[in-house]
């Protein structure tokens, strides 16, 4: 870890039997064990609060042992060099989309966020919380890194645009829209008939502000929290894709720590992917009106024509070949046929 552990006989079973006997623990000066949490989201979306709030709990049932230090909005740099420093054991803990820059090196992650691929939230959490999301952490495992158990939902996707409508396919032709790294983006957008640029998600508020790209796409959470809207002007709904962030650890890092102390940080990240879903899914009821009020224009086209596209693009069964028939079957036993 970032400070030195004393692995002595470090444990913090006895905190805890102190605190189930009604004993308060003096908490430590400073804790044993600090690690670094780190993801591209905002100060003010719901990950960081409730990322915030795990790290609180953390340091409270390990009597002050524990110390999680969450580094939200690409403190700790882009997504491509977070992942690199959490491969390499300088970033403990890191949120990232499996569509982004974690398919890069897991591409089989990225297999939810297929175009138009789940019709609800019902659908997403039967699929990743059950026989796909156990498939692709297993995946995940195998490139040293340790998934936690629940993903952390990053909404559906919506795309806005700073000087156009977007109503159909035809609409997106030769578009300039900013995508995060990750092919699976770049490949539906293609399809689409667009122009994707990979953009890591420190760099689009500029990237929009001076016409590098002139759309982009993102849940509405993100708009918001990332302040788009300055720099946009239209939005359609799409819901073309859903995303979401795994929570992946560094291997060594994470079978370093003892037992206990992994139980309890793994317990408090997955509790806090839980009521983040809960916050996602209230703000995707309240946000659009407080969006319109920014100025946002929205509007909601017919999705049929850009399933059809990408369908007749070939789209699907391009991604077919690459995903494999194990992971598609799955995929297609949780969503229906594709294609």
Request: net charge positive; glycine share 8%; with cysteine.
């Amino acid at each position: 870890m970032h400070k030195a552990i004393s692995r002595r006989t470090f444990s913090i079973g006895l905190g805890g039997t102190a605190a189930a006997l009604g004993l308060r623990a003096r908490p430590a000066k400073a804790a044993d064990i600090t690690l670094k949490f780190a993801f591209n989201l905002a100060e003010s979306h719901p990950i960081t609060t409730r990322s915030r709030e795990a790290a609180a709990r953390i340091l409270a049932e390990t009597n002050g042992k524990v110390e999680v230090r969450v580094f939200p909005n690409n403190q700790l740099g882009g997504d491509t060099d977070m992942l690199s420093q959490t491969r390499a054991g300088g970033i403990d803990l890191f949120l990232n989309s499996g569509i982004n820059v974690l398919s890069t090196i897991v591409p089989s992650a990225s297999i939810y966020g297929l175009g138009f691929l789940f019709p609800d939230y019902a659908t997403v959490w039967k699929t990743m919380d059950g026989e796909l999301g156990a498939a692709l952490r297993a995946r995940i495992a195998k490139a040293n890194l340790i998934p936690m158990e629940k993903m952390w939902d990053n909404g559906f996707r919506q795309i806005t645009t700073s000087s156009k409508v977007i109503n159909s396919p035809a609409d997106l032709k030769n578009f300039k829209i900013r995508v995060p790294v990750g092919a699976l983006w770049t490949s539906m957008f293609q399809a689409l008939g667009a122009a994707p640029t990979s953009i890591n998600y420190n760099e689009l508020y500029s990237a929009l502000q001076t016409k590098v790209v002139d759309g982009q796409e993102n849940s509405l959470a993100n708009i918001f929290t990332a302040n788009l809207f300055e720099v946009q002007r239209y939005c359609a709904i799409t819901n073309h894709m859903w995303d979401a962030f795994f929570c992946v650890a560094n291997k060594r890092n994470w079978e370093a720590l003892p037992v206990d102390v992994r139980e309890i940080v793994a317990k408090n990240i997955n509790l806090a992917a839980l009521a983040e879903r809960e916050d996602m899914a209230k703000l995707s009821t309240t946000l659009k009106d407080t969006l319109t009020a920014k100025g946002l224009v929205f509007n909601e086209p017919d999705i049929a024509p850009f399933r059809a596209a990408l369908r007749d693009a070939g789209f699907y069964t391009d991604w077919r070949k690459r995903f494999g028939e194990e992971l598609w079957g799955i995929l297609e036993r949780n969503v229906g046929p594709l294609g």
